[in-house]
């Protein structure tokens, strides 16, 4: 068959961009540290600050905001109400708070920039045929490709999160800023001039005057695209309500998913209707008497809240613990260490982060010291990739267990098949696998390629950790035919008649240990901390015990609290 792109040598596009973003990691790698750590320390300054107002305060003053801006019409402040209430009640108000301080700050910054860029194009054709295709790949990207430059330039956290949202959520308010002053009436602009006014004069006594309705509009979308990428931001460590609706994706979580999902459209909503709200009034201040009380009302609201929230972030700082930030895989096996670790070092006077990242970014945090420890390494053969990778730029530390194993995975009522060499046409020659850039995904595409799978049709079809699950569970119960990544230790295993398949070829790797990785630098800067992770350890049996509970529902904090409990001896031995 001919084929055109035969005739032509393949463009090397991708290397250019790799090579263009490691050229700009390396030569202005000050920069980028530099902005990490300015953002961080802005971020997390506020979001101190926000979760330091009381929560009754904040929905207190929240509400009294909305009812002065309504006008006397009380649907809005009371969902106001109730919708704080409930998310308050469901235990998500720090992540409210995270996802508030990334919202805002996003959509600042793409005021910030949007709005001087669209008056510059509505005033330069040359400014604004350049800009308009920048706008268009911006908007037409899909949001999850500019997660890899944000990682690279910024690491993990809430910083990258901010840098994606905002080139995500800045073309509405470009394109509505430029759109504005253009539609100001021809005939007043040639007035304006006719009087003597300059061009500065005509822009604030005139054009944006005119054009602050549409302006205001551009400015609500970037506020709702800048909350549509708080799911996408989680996947690369940005804290909030996001984290927990990935959490439940990966987990096939529905309550989760919904309370978590609830909680974010309750802020979407407030945040909506009030940008609404703010713009009306302004309309309506140029035509009626101006009310200063409510302008008052609102400021000395606002300086209540943010003052008692500055006051109690003060008094509290002092008597803050050191911090141990755990990066792991939302893997039940990892989810189960990772907790169980982190109640630990609770008992023993340590503040913990956890953050849920993808596997290769988990081992990237450590090696840049973006994290400082992960207990999710399985070595010699899942993760040999990324130990090749970054073992010069971390510490391995102890293994904190022993005996886990990877296989292809069948239920025990499969009789006609025991050996990875018996496959021919079970389950629709699916296999059902993970996250795709779990390490038993490539060992699954690999085993695929060495038994000649793939030349049968044999394929892999990567989803998550827990529609993996979910597809088990279903198929189980309906005895119908089903090959999965499986690994042990795992509930799945207690829960279900399972098998591996015999794996002559080694193909998915043989006994392997779980090992604890650093970040180096730690032991000199927390040694205490340091000799305690070095220590972790438990057995297959332990881990298999707090999944069950987790997928009994049981959430993983109260799963390892209770695990720690019946081991409160063997805990303590890790401290000592």
Same mark, same amino acid.
């Given at each position: 068959m001919f084929v055109l792109a035969n005739l032509f040598t393949k463009i090397p596009l991708d290397s250019w961009v790799d090579s263009g973003v490691n050229w700009l990691t390396n030569h202005l790698s000050g920069f980028f540290d530099g902005v990490q750590k300015g953002g961080n320390t802005v971020m997390n300054t506020m979001t101190d600050i926000l979760t330091a107002v009381p929560i009754w305060l904040f929905i207190i003053g929240m509400t009294l905001i909305v009812g002065v801006l309504s006008h006397k019409k009380w649907g809005f402040p009371l969902f106001t109400l109730v919708g704080l209430l409930i998310i308050a009640n469901q235990g998500l108000w720090s992540d409210l708070m995270n996802t508030f301080t990334l919202v805002i700050m996003a959509s600042l910054l793409s005021v910030i920039i949007g709005v001087p860029l669209g008056i510059?194009?509505?005033?330069?054709?040359? /400014?604004?045929?350049?800009?308009?295709?920048?706008?268009? !790949?911006?908007?037409?990207?899909?949001? !999850?490709?500019?997660?890899?430059?944000? /990682?690279? !330039?910024?690491?993990?956290?809430?910083?990258p999160g901010v840098f994606a949202s905002v080139i995500f959520a800045l073309p509405p308010t470009v394109r509505m800023s430029c759109l504005g002053i253009k539609q100001v009436p021809t005939d007043l602009v040639e007035a304006a001039e006719s009087f003597g006014s300059t061009g500065w004069q005509k822009l604030f006594k005139l054009e944006l005057p005119l054009a602050k309705g549409t302006i205001f509009s551009g400015i609500n979308q970037t506020l709702m695209l800048a909350l549509s990428m708080v799911v996408v931001a989680s996947m690369i460590g940005a804290p909030g309500l996001g984290r927990g609706i990935l959490s439940a994706v990966q987990g096939a979580d529905v309550g989760k998913g919904f309370v978590n999902g609830i909680s974010l459209v309750v802020l979407a909503i407030i945040m909506d209707r009030l940008t609404q709200k703010i713009n009306q009034t302004s309309k309506q201040s140029?035509? %009626?008497?101006?009310? &200063?009380?409510?302008?008052? %009302?609102?400021? /000395?609201?606002?300086?209540?809240? /943010?003052?008692?929230?500055?006051?109690?972030?003060i008094t509290s700082a002092s008597s803050q613990k050191e911090t141990i930030k755990i990066a792991y895989v939302q893997w039940d096996s990892e989810v189960a260490s990772s907790n169980v670790l982190a109640q630990a070092l609770r008992q023993h006077g340590y503040d913990v982060e956890m953050t849920s990242l993808d596997n290769a970014i988990v081992w990237q945090s450590v090696a840049n010291g973006?994290?400082?420890? *992960?207990? *999710? *390494?399985?070595?010699?053969?899942? &993760?040999?990739a990324q130990y090749k990778k970054y073992k010069d730029q971390l510490d391995m530390l102890g293994t904190n267990l022993k005996g886990a194993t990877n296989g292809l995975t069948v239920p025990k009522y499969m009789t006609d098949v025991n050996s990875i060499e018996d496959l021919q046409n079970q389950a629709g020659k699916k296999i059902t696998g993970i996250e795709p850039g779990a390490g038993i995904s490539s060992l699954a595409k690999d085993?695929?390629?060495?038994?000649?799978?793939d030349k049968k049709g044999w394929k892999l079809s990567e989803s998550s950790t827990g529609a993996m699950t979910v597809a088990l569970g279903k198929a189980i119960k309906a005895k119908q035919e089903i090959i999965v990544t499986g690994w042990q230790p795992h509930w799945i295993f207690q829960k279900y008649d399972l098998k591996y398949l015999e794996d002559p070829k080694k193909a998915m790797g043989s006994e392997e240990s779980i090992k604890t990785i650093a970040r180096q630098g730690l032991k000199e800067d927390k040694p205490d901390a340091y000799k305690a992770l070095d220590k972790f350890h438990w057995t297959k049996e332990d881990m298999s015990s707090v999944m069950l509970d987790m997928d009994d529902g049981m959430s993983p904090k109260k799963a390892a609290n209770k695990w720690i409990k019946n081991h409160q001896s063997q805990v303590d031995s890790w401290f000592k």
């Open positions: 510059w194009m509505s005033k330069n054709e040359m /400014v604004n045929k350049i800009v308009q295709p920048i706008l268009d !790949f911006m908007q037409t990207m899909p949001a !999850f490709v500019y997660l890899i430059p944000a /990682v690279a !330039f910024f690491g993990i956290g809430v910083v140029s035509t %009626t008497p101006k009310r &200063h009380w409510k302008l008052w %009302t609102i400021l /000395v609201t606002l300086m209540v809240m /943010v003052g008692t929230g500055i006051v109690t972030t973006e994290a400082d420890v *992960s207990v *999710s *390494s399985w070595l010699p053969t899942t &993760h040999a085993t695929i390629k060495a038994y000649g799978l």
